[in-house]
């Protein structure tokens, strides 16, 4: 797989210098669910812009279609409805996905929701059904369809974007989410050591606030100015890009980023 060279050209006062720079990520098939908007959408402008063959899913097929077209990448973004809580949605994306650009190289689990009704006082079974079916068992149905042709190949990467509701059950994230970002966790690192001698990587990220859609659902609306001071999805995608960047001989298990200003207990 040959690698995506950039040209970067300095100027002295005595000469020009050129420096290539080789993006070790050229010509991998990535594949992202939950792309079409928030960290998603950043992490696949990341990855397509370092030379990737990206394809990116979630429920509503129009936010896709539009992000695809506003990324000016040399290899054009593809889309697919994805349901991460349907396993037969689930199986037809990584089917076009591989009809149309291959294996997957990197798996980004991005898909997630969260309620309004945040508290055990106030949520209902039912929501706590949904939240539970997207936010893990939906990573789970999409590792499933990635890391037997990984563990094949010796080589993978999968990126879990959790929370820090994933580390510290915060009452901002509420009782489900929390539980399952907690069980993101899980999932992530014992996968990753059951597979560490195998050449696949997962990793689990956990971001802080983040200025995404998912902050319309909160009890309390989101000052305009409270998410501009906060991360953006362009934050986690050069985490994300920099992660996938690393030698096959280096694997981050977990990390968190935060705003600055946002309190770490």
């Known amino acids: 797989m040959r690698a995506r060279e950039f040209t970067l050209i300095t100027r002295s006062p005595l000469i020009p210098i050129e420096i290539h720079i080789v993006s070790s990520l050229a010509g991998k098939v990535v594949a992202i669910t939950g792309g079409g908007t928030g960290i998603g959408a950043g992490i696949a402008r990341g990855l397509a812009m370092a030379g ?28 697919h409805p994805i349901d991460v809580a349907e396993p037969q949605s689930v199986t037809d ?21 969260n309620i309004q009704n945040r508290t055990m006082a106030t949520m209902v079974p039912e929501d706590w059904d949904r939240v539970m079916q997207i936010n893990t068992s939906g990573a789970y149905r999409c590792i499933l369809e990635v890391l037997p042709p990984m563990r094949e190949r010796r080589d993978g990467i999968v990126i879990n974007i959790s929370s820090i509701a994933g580390k510290r059950a915060i009452a901002l994230g509420g009782v489900v989410y929390c539980a399952s970002k907690f069980a993101m966790t899980a999932l992530g690192t014992a996968i990753a050591n059951e597979v560490r001698h195998e ?3 997962v990793t689990n990220v956990y971001p802080g606030e983040v200025n995404t859609p998912i902050l319309d659902r909160r009890p309390v609306p989101v000052t305009q100015a409270h998410k501009d001071s906060i991360l953006q999805p362009d934050d986690i995608a050069s985490l994300v890009v920099t992660i996938c960047q690393l030698p096959p001989r280096a694997h981050v298990p977990e990390i968190v ?9």
């Open 93 to 113: 994306f990584f089917s076009f996905v591989r009809n149309q650009v291959g294996e997957v190289d990197i798996l980004v689990n991005s898909a997630g929701i």
């Open 199 to 201: 050449g696949v990587r």
């Open 52 to 79: 990737c063959n990206v394809v990116i899913g979630g429920r509503r097929i129009e936010p896709l279609d539009a992000l695809a077209k506003s990324i000016p990448s040399e290899k054009p973004v593809l889309t």
């Open 257 to 265: 980023i935060k705003p600055t200003t946002q309190e770490w207990v």
